[in-house]
């Protein structure tokens, strides 16, 4: 019971994210400032080797990304053979779903919609949007699209994004038993070698109750050390 509690948990997450490693073709949404930032990232996006970092109340794994090797994702501490079997399950299909890179102004960027201004000053503006089921990958996160809103912010000299923040406005019932009051994603965005943004951390805030217990997670995940392969 415990084991399929964070299984949803990490549904959830995943919805959340997701918007980040969306892969149909970008159309353009709202205003011009957020095209030009997803148009230039995905003309300059490269693929590269990092160290992934992922620390929750369950694991602290560090880990090796390199397109060019097989497996793409390898575990660098603590050694594979001193997990238990879920926890070398549960990076396996983490490795499974890893795609390298997660650009700040990704594809999926480009296919959220309502886009509305809500701050500007000389060198950003920030934008609320709504995640459609369009811009996330994977069937079980576009079955939360509708219940995400984000907030983007855009730096006007580049043009590219420098925070993004994800969270669902209300409470919700996502399955049988299983309820999220609430969740916050903040994604912070540093330049890579092409310069381009990247997200370099991603936070993830989630509170509610699954199976009858509470839950009251919090994860961060990093990459950094981007080089070529």
């Not at 984000?150 to 038993?177: N, Q």
């Amino acid at each position: 019971m415990v084991a399929a509690m964070f299984r949803v948990v990490r549904i959830l997450a995943c919805a959340a994210v997701a918007i980040f490693a969306a892969n149909a073709a970008a159309q353009s949404a709202g205003p011009a400032l957020l095209t030009q930032a997803v148009a230039a990232t995905q003309a300059a996006k490269a693929d590269y080797a990092f160290d992934y970092e992922l620390n929750t109340s369950k694991a602290n794994w560090n880990a090796r990304f390199d397109p060019s090797a097989t497996p793409h994702l390898r575990m660098v501490t603590p050694a594979r053979d001193a997990l238990s079997d879920d926890e070398r399950r549960a990076f396996d299909r983490m490795a499974e779903d890893f795609e390298g890179v997660s650009w700040c102004a990704s594809e999926g960027m480009g296919r959220v919609a309502d886009v509305r201004l809500l701050r500007e000053d000389a060198t950003s503006a920030t934008y609320s949007f709504q995640p459609t089921r369009e811009s996330v990958r994977g069937e079980q996160a576009r079955r939360f699209a509708e219940r995400l809103r984000g907030e983007v912010t855009v730096l006007k000299a580049t043009p590219d994004i420098a925070r993004v923040r994800l969270f669902v406005p209300e409470g919700f019932s996502p399955a049988p038993l299983v309820r999220l009051d609430s969740l916050n994603v903040v994604i912070t965005c540093q330049t890579a070698p092409n310069g381009r943004r990247y997200a370099a951390e991603t936070t993830t805030v989630m509170r509610g109750s699954a199976f009858g217990q509470a839950f009251d997670e919090r994860s961060v995940q990093r990459a950094r050390n981007l080089s070529g392969s």
